[in-house]
């Protein structure tokens, strides 16, 4: 008896020690789950930052591409000014010699006009200094009555003449003073245009640096966001390096504390049969009827056990979901254009779409509402895991989507070579899955 209390106490410490075995491993396993858990949450924050920037990258690059648009714009109206300021500079040099010319013209006239007056003033001076007798004299003289007339009538012609020249020279330097005047309006106002044009060249060319500087600002905000992008890659990247190798050493441990439970059975197994062996020895003069029947009784409760273990151990069925309903039906119909082509820009499944655009159209052929470009309908529907995907899922790549068909492959718009066709779904690594029926 006294053996079989000290196998007993033995068991007893044997027992205590591997229960504090196993406890110490049921309080680890907390921690680590703890642990991933806490990874998958960085990752997701991660990635949801990761999603914010690559947003702002987007709305920069398109901010970019507008200012770019504006400063092609710009150029144009440069050269368009360029140009424009050059043609006036033109049109005043014809001008100035134009003025030039006149100037001449109204020199000559008025000079002219200056050597008649002259004539005029002679001729009149003589007639005033003489007085009537001239005049007098020049009627006395007269033959007769006709040549009378005839002198009175050249007198009068002599007066028209220098009259009418004196007109006709005086509307000369009036018609050269009014063209001089016209040509200097003409010239004033080309030199305003210029002006003007030089103006407004000066302000296109400082909204034109102002907007080379904005482009040059995008670009330093575009690498700063990839940078971030880049960083936070890296760190979803180092996260779930992180997860593996901790599932990894999960599995590892889980692999260990199964081995150890394994020979803590087969511990407690002989513990047990010692003990029952000892027990029986001791027993065995006295009540070695009463032992028989205990054997028995023990051979029966170990076959119980024993019946009961095999059926715990048995396998069990886990019957996959092989994905039907309406997602099917999109997978199917999506199929129906393979050989397709592929259009950049395009939505239309016959006559041409791109990645996004197939999804789109196939979807809308549903009834469902997608957004326009691959990565926004990277954020439709709900994420399930790849080992969860079915038909009808979406497989966001980065910067490209395929709708899932099963039996691991997908269906998209591929290349403009290639067009619509089925392709492996781990062809690329999978960003995401999306569930959108």
Not at 26 to 55: H, M, W, Y
Not at 291 to 296: F, K, L, P
Request: proline letters at 1%.
């Amino acid at each position: 008896m006294k053996g079989y209390w000290k196998m007993k106490r033995r068991g007893t410490r044997i027992f205590c020690v591997a229960m504090s075995f196993v406890l110490f491993l049921l309080a680890a396993e907390p921690v680590l789950a703890t642990t991933i858990s806490g990874l998958q949450e960085d990752i997701k924050r991660n990635q949801s930052q990761l999603n914010s920037v690559n947003q702002q990258i987007a709305g920069y690059q398109d901010a970019q591409e507008g200012v770019e648009e504006e400063i092609s714009d710009l150029d144009a109206e440069m050269v368009a000014l360029l140009t424009d300021i050059n043609l006036i500079q033109e049109a005043i040099e014809e001008k100035e010699q134009d003025i030039a010319n006149t100037q001449v013209a109204y020199d000559e006239a008025v000079a002219t006009k200056d050597e008649q007056y002259e004539s005029m003033k002679i001729r009149i001076k003589f007639m005033y200094e003489k007085g009537d007798q001239s005049y007098l004299q020049l009627f006395l003289g007269a033959q007769s009555m006709s040549d009378m007339m005839n002198k009175a009538h050249y007198i009068e012609e002599l007066y028209e003449y220098d009259r009418t020249l004196l007109e006709q020279y005086e509307a000369t330097v009036q018609q050269v003073a009014l063209l001089q005047d016209q040509l200097e309006e003409e010239k004033s106002e080309l030199v305003t245009s210029k002006t003007e044009m030089e103006e407004q060249q000066a302000y296109v060319n400082e909204v034109l640096e102002q907007k080379k500087q904005e482009y040059e600002n995008y670009s330093v905000v575009l690498s700063k966001a990839k940078r971030e992008a880049a960083a936070y890659t890296a760190k979803i990247k180092q996260e779930t390096a992180q997860i593996r190798k901790l599932e990894e050493e999960e599995r590892k441990r889980r692999e260990e504390e199964e081995r150890r439970r394994k020979e803590e059975e087969e511990r407690k197994r002989k513990e047990e049969e010692e003990r029952r062996k000892a027990e029986e020895a001791a027993n065995a003069a006295d009540v070695q009827q009463g032992g028989a029947s205990d054997d028995e009784r023990s051979d029966h409760s170990d076959n119980s056990g024993n019946s009961g273990n095999s059926g715990s151990n048995a396998p069990s069925s886990n019957p996959v979901s092989s994905g039907g309903g309406k997602g099917q039906e999109i997978a199917r119909f999506a199929c129906q254009y393979i050989g397709y082509p592929y259009v950049a820009g395009g939505t239309s499944l016959t006559n041409g779409a791109d990645c996004s655009g197939f999804v789109l159209a196939v979807y809308k052929n549903f009834g469902y509402s997608l957004p326009r470009s691959s990565y926004a309908q990277s954020g439709a529907g709900r994420g399930v895991s790849y080992s969860e995907a079915q038909p009808g899922d979406i497989i966001y790549y980065g910067g490209h989507v395929g709708i899932y068909i099963g039996n691991g492959q997908i269906v998209h718009a591929s290349t403009e070579r290639s067009g619509i066709k089925i392709t492996s779904a781990t062809y690329r690594n999978i960003i995401t899955v999306r569930r959108i029926v």
